[in-house]
Each structure stands twice: as C-alpha cells, then as structure tokens.
C-alpha cells in the first residue's frame, strides 16, 4: 500500500508513440523476359499502461488531493510503399505487395484504493493508429502481367478502469473515459500492358479490430464509492 496526502493534484501519465516507415521499389528491364518485385512491410506494437493501486491516506484513511489523475495515452503510425516496374519484349511480369500492421494495448486503471479527493478523480485511456499504405506497379512488353495487393491490419485495446476503490466526497466529480480513434489510407493500382496481352489486378484488403472499453467494477473489499459525479464513456 501507499499512504499519501497531497495539498494539490496527484497525477499518475504514461504515453508513448511509435512510428514504422518503410520503402521498397524494384525495376526491371529485358530483351526478352522480364520480372520485378516488390514487397514492403510496417508493423507498429506499443504496449502503454498507467495504474495505480493501494492508494490509501497517511492515518489508514484516504488518500488526500484535490484532483487524482491517471492517464494513458498512446500513438502507432505505420506508413509503406511498394512499386514496381518491369519491360521485356517478349514477357513482362511485375508486382508489388505492402503489409502493415497495428497493434497495441492501452490502458489506465485505479483500483484497490480509498481515496479523500475534493475535485475530481479521472480514469483516461485514449489510443490513435494510423496506417498509409500505397502499392503500385506496372508492366509492358508483348504480354504484359502486372498486380498490386496491399493488407492493413489495427487490432489491440483501450481500457479505461476503477476497481474496488472507495470514495465518499460531495465535491468530488468522477470520470472513467477510453477514446479509441483508427483510420486507415490505402491504395492499390497496376497497369499492364501488352502488344499482344495486358493484364493488371490490385487488391486492398483493410480490417480494424479494436476492443475499447471503461468500466466500474466493484471488488472483494466492498467499498462504496460516493461522489458528486460519475461518467463512464467508451
């Protein structure tokens, strides 16, 4: 446990960003056959999380301040590019292929705790990914094939948690918030092109999968939580 009595603010933060970037081009060229690829990958997995736990107060009460705050904040970009281009004669073949996944967990949690705060408790987790792919290529000869596939990925979860704290405060506003934010930018093109036969496919593929959750929970200790407020928003 942590006997603590502060005259201001106690404020428990963990951020954290990170960013992948990556590159790939490829070009060829035959009097004859030609084949160029490229493939160009951005994986981004941060794991952020404040806590606090057994805050109590300095006479086994609770834990004195004007406002308790614990926060998690956490940013994933993941940014790619793959083109390629090939001429030949005869045959020409290109293709280019992007993957770039974002994950992470993001978390902020107050638990088995008493607490004496005058203004306000907040519980915060909030989570932004961001991925901007782009897969291109193109082809040209007599027969000209040419294909482009780019795959975007964001899984993970932001948690925002009070568990088996006890409050008893007129004064004292609570807020428990975990704000999810995901966006995902991509494109895919090829150009095949052939005297004889061109052929040109792209494929896009993106899935978001997040669990975003704030949540009260009660505890074994059985503590009443009184205050002036409560908002719990996911």
């Not at 490229?38 to 805050?55: E, F, H, W």
């Not at 593929?205 to 975003?212: A, F, S």
């Amino acid at each position: 446990d942590v006997r603590i009595a502060v005259d201001d603010d106690i404020t428990v933060a963990a951020a954290g960003t990170g960013t992948a970037r990556s590159l790939a081009v490829a070009g060829v060229a035959s009097s004859n056959v030609a084949a160029g690829g490229s493939s160009s990958n951005a994986l981004v997995d941060n794991t952020i999380a404040a806590r606090v736990s057994g805050l109590h107060g300095l006479a086994g009460d609770g834990a004195g301040a004007d406002r308790l705050q614990v926060t998690a904040a956490n940013r994933g970009t993941a940014e790619s590019l793959a083109g390629a281009i090939s001429a030949g004669s005869s045959v020409a073949v290109g293709g280019a292929l992007s993957v770039n996944h974002v994950g992470g967990e993001t978390s902020a949690t107050l638990a088995d705790s008493v607490l004496a705060v005058r203004d306000q408790v907040a519980v915060d987790a909030r989570s932004e990914a961001l991925v901007n792919t782009v897969a291109g290529t193109g082809s040209a000869s007599g027969v000209g094939i040419a294909g482009a596939a780019t795959t975007n990925v964001i899984t993970g979860s932001t948690r925002a948690t009070l568990a088996d704290t006890a409050l008893d405060s007129a004064t004292a506003g609570t807020h428990v918030v975990a704000i999810d934010s995901n966006q995902i930018n991509s494109v895919a093109g090829s150009l095949g092109f052939g005297s004889n036969v061109g052929v040109g496919a792209a494929v896009a593929v993106n899935v978001i999968d997040r669990n975003v959750d704030a949540q009260v929970l009660g505890g074994a200790q059985n503590r009443r939580y009184h205050g002036r407020d409560l908002l719990v928003h996911a």
